[in-house]
Structure formats: C-alpha cells, structure tokens
C-alpha cells in the first residue's frame, strides 16, 4: 500500500469514528431532554435511548421519590415548596 492509501483509509476511520461520537452525544442529547420533560428520572426509563443514556451518564435512582422539592436561594432560606406528585 501506498502512503495515499494509507491516508485515505486514516482519514475515512476517523470520519467513521466522529460520526459515532456524534450520533452517541445526539442520542443521550435527546434521551435527557425527554427524561426532563417527562419528569421520569424517579421511575422506570420511559425507552431504551433513555436507559442507555442513563447507564452511560451513570444516573442511578436510589429510594423513593419525595413528596417536595424545596428550593433555597444563596443565603439557605426556603424560597418555595413543590408538591410532586
């Protein structure tokens, strides 16, 4: 093989590569943006992009989803309380 050749085909694996890279971060992209909208973190993933996009990301549920959320501002005082469910 040439030297050309060998370009080319470093060239065409990296392309190759890039594009895998590409398409993993626009899936978990769009797994985390549905995972928000659908406020599902506390349950079970709603699909399989979802599930994937957690194992990667390594986010992991553990105990039960609480009944508030409370938001505190700089200084620690409760601003707000939610219900969540």
């Known amino acids: 093989?040439?030297?050309i050749e060998v370009a080319a085909a470093m060239g065409i694996l990296g392309v190759f590569l890039?594009?895998?890279v590409i398409g993993v971060v626009v899936i978990v992209s769009i797994a985390s943006r549905?995972?928000?909208r659908l406020f599902s973190l506390w349950d079970k993933a709603p699909d399989a992009a979802c599930a994937g996009a957690r194992r990667?990301?390594?986010v992991w549920?553990?105990?039960a989803r609480p009944d508030r959320?409370?938001?505190h501002d700089e200084d620690d005082a409760m601003m707000r309380q939610?219900?969540?469910r």
């Open 18 to 20: 890039f594009g895998i």
């Open 1 to 3: 093989m040439s030297s």
């Open 34 to 36: 549905k995972e928000e």
């Open 82 to 84: 939610e219900h969540l």
């Open 61 to 63: 549920v553990l105990g």
């Open 69 to 71: 959320a409370f938001y």
């Open 56 to 58: 990667l990301l390594g």
